[in-house]
């Protein structure tokens, strides 16, 4: 039987676990995408989201789920890598301690690196620039400088045959994002999203993720199957 996968293109997608990597993950698969997904392990404190981006893996069909080793606490320097209270006062106007440094624009360059190999040509991430905690690896100018620089740094890009980020929830409010789960097929329940996970399995309920994540389910309408401590 002919293997009809293989002719679909392939990309590469940086699935934390979260309910946005899930959804962009689900774009990716929606247009038509092999998958390759890619996880971090940098150990944070919050390892849940790692069962979670693997059981999203594996809803999704990925031709691979690689989860890459990768200690961020031999840095520290944020309050998910280093023993600093998880903030529970919610979204304010400065950066919290939850920003881990360089994060994303390490992330997506071993996403790069993974995409080269493999002859990917487009990357998905699930950056979100309206509703998230001021990260300022998650804005556009920031995706937009990366590709550039991927462009620039790859033997595929010198070539001619550059990559892609995309970042479809870029521009998304944590209600359109929660809708678009739905609208996938994906199921929320899946995926994690608290900084400080609680014992029995429980999403603390008043970090920046977890507010952000429970006032966008209210305002699309929709339950949130996640279970909170508060």
């Known amino acids: 039987m002919e293997n009809r996968s293989a002719e679909r293109p392939a990309a590469v997608v940086l699935l934390s676990g979260g309910l946005d990597s899930m959804v962009a993950a689900g774009h990716a ?4 995408f092999r998958l390759f997904a890619l996880t971090i392990d940098y150990n ?22 690689v989860v890459l080793p990768l200690d961020l606490r031999q840095f520290g320097g944020s309050a998910l890598t280093d023993d600093i209270d998880v903030p529970a006062s919610g979204v304010g ?35 979100n620039a309206l509703d998230y905690s001021g990260y300022p690896d998650c804005r556009p100018e920031f995706i937009a400088g990366f590709t550039d620089l991927a462009n620039l740094a790859t033997k595929a890009g010198v070539e001619g045959r550059g990559f892609t980020i995309h970042a479809p929830l870029q521009f998304m409010s944590k209600a359109e ?20 996970p609680q014992p029995g399995d429980l999403a603390c309920g008043v970090c920046d993720s977890c507010r952000l994540r429970k006032q966008g389910f209210a305002q699309a309408g929709r339950v949130d199957p996640i279970r909170y401590a508060d």
């Open 29 to 32: 698969r929606e247009a038509g």
């Open 44 to 65: 944070q404190r919050h390892r849940r989201e790692l069962s979670s981006a693997s059981a999203i893996a594996g809803e999704l069909g990925a031709d691979r789920h």
């Open 93 to 127: 106007d400065e950066i919290p301690v939850t920003y881990v440094p360089a994060r994303n624009l390490v992330f997506l360059s071993l996403t790069l690196a993974w995409a080269e190999a493999v002859g990917a040509r487009d990357i998905f991430i699930g950056v």
């Open 177 to 196: 994002i929660a809708s678009e789960a739905f609208r996938l097929g994906l199921d929320p329940a899946l995926s994690w999203s608290c900084y400080d």
